[in-house]
């Protein structure tokens, strides 16, 4: 196991005024906020199985307002999807996007355009679907803890170095989850000879040049409740239109409506849900048919 | 392998003005800041070896702007002391301090208060004796990579959510580095029964209370270039205050000199030097003579 940093940029900035600082009693701390930043880098951490029992290794990749820490252990203490596939013989990439958790984050206004975003514990229960659903409420605080601040306006430095990651790590296998929908795609349309299967599970985007997946064979993954949430039927249906460009293009879309397939109950946080193993196997089956694992 | 967070508070904030963001094109995303933010908690990353060899896990603390990467793969790619220590058979927890990485940070001025600082990355060279040391200089970009802001008025609440995490994990030995020597040293006071031993690496602050600490053995570690250093110098001369009055009151402290004991060029980032490992093994040592591993 390991991790480093990749992508971003450097950038000066001029004009601040220096902070007056003590870090340790009487001894001042030299800091000059006018000089280079090393900004939008994202991180990534690994973790190789001692048996590998694939041809590639699988890229976590997180929703917004969260880190790489969503497919570790869940709020109720269970092991999570990263654990999962690691014991199945993948070796897993885990990431904190730009901005976000060990990628640090830019200056604002000065680097990053607009303000942060906090998600609040009211707003994450209804964004993601959890109320009588098979997320474990009981440890909704332990989930909420989880939560870093978002910016809405890093798109397109976050599929910089994502690319970058996909460049330096694949070719590979990539599991989005909600935002990372639109970076999948993104990525996965810029290096389609370098992504083998884009796993999508509820993506809140998809790409903007469906036919350069034609090769790159995708399923979708969707909870339970949908229909009945004004908010995520029409995001279904957004990426459904993606989905449909993909496919008319010669492309393959396999959408698992997990209610469908008898699997009751989903949030959209579907890895931390009660039945988070169950979910993975559905897609390690697939990846399993789709010839991407011993 | 798994994670948590742990520690910190709920935070109601009132009067902010809802931001207007679709998420998805033509899909209004509802989000109302004017609701309870979880704020104050840290994260926390253990590793488990098949076999334990050590009586009590080790927590590896990292310093000021940055977070648990800290000890993870060095800036040139090798091994670092997480994966060293793991290897010699001990259960890590390594961790992302209140408002760093993975931990997640609250909205300022509202919360924390005063500004966030940056590390620069002219800054960093001076500050952490890197030019003509051991560090790796080569990969000094990825090492800049890694800093993430920082405020300089969270000590309480940081030192409240390290207080949890030993609570929850502890008995254990504490590894702390820099800034963190001022956690490590005032958690251990008001735990002392819990922290069997503190592996103090260039602290940049001792405690409050250090009678406290009369039967928790200490190692101070001490790269090179220090008396060159006019801040370094005065940091450690009033560290040594701290190291003193535990002794004074009966304490036990081993300062270790790296350049006395032939051990030259090391950088404040001794764990990323290029003789991490030989700096590793001299408190893996430490810690077997006095009785903490098998």
Do not use: N
């Given at each position: 196991m390991g991790s480093f940093h990749i992508g971003g940029r450097e950038v000066v900035i001029k004009g601040k005024t220096a902070p007056k600082v003590e870090l340790t009693p009487g001894v001042p701390s030299n800091i000059d906020p006018n000089e280079t930043y090393a900004v939008e880098q994202m991180y990534a951490q690994y973790f190789v199985p001692s048996t590998v029992k694939c041809k590639y290794p699988l890229l976590l990749w997180h929703g917004a307002w969260l880190t790489g820490a969503t497919y570790e252990t869940t709020p109720d203490g269970r092991e999570g999807w990263l654990n999962y596939f690691v014991k199945h013989g993948w070796p897993v990439y885990l990431s904190d996007a730009v901005e976000r958790g060990r990628a640090g984050w830019a200056p604002f206004p000065d680097v990053f355009t607009g303000d942060p975003i906090f998600l609040t514990k009211e707003n994450a229960r209804a964004r993601f679907r959890l109320e009588g659903s098979q997320f474990p409420m009981e440890a909704y605080d332990q989930f909420v803890k989880q939560a870093v601040p978002r910016w809405t306006t890093n798109n397109?430095?976050?599929?910089?170095?994502?690319?970058?990651?996909?460049?330096?790590?694949?070719?590979?296998?990539?599991?989005?989850?909600?935002?990372?929908?639109?970076?999948?795609?993104?990525?996965?349309?810029?290096?389609?000879?370098?992504?083998?299967a884009l796993v999508m599970v509820e993506p809140a985007n998809g790409g903007a040049n469906p036919a350069a997946l034609k090769n790159v064979p995708i399923l979708a993954v969707y909870g339970d409740f949908i229909d009945q949430d004004p908010r995520w039927s029409k995001i279904k249906a957004v990426v459904g239109k993606y989905y449909e460009a993909v496919r008319m293009a010669g492309g393959s879309v396999d959408i698992y409506e997990l209610p469908k397939m008898g699997i009751k109950g989903n949030s959209h946080m579907v890895m931390m849900d009660k039945n988070s193993d169950q979910v993975a196997g559905v897609i390690q089956n697939w990846l399993t048919r789709r010839g991407l694992y011993n």
């Open positions: 397109k430095a976050t599929i910089a170095a994502y690319t970058q990651l996909v460049d330096k790590v694949c070719p590979c296998v990539i599991l989005v989850h909600s935002q990372s929908g639109l970076f999948g795609a993104m990525v996965a349309e810029a290096r389609p000879e370098k992504v083998k």
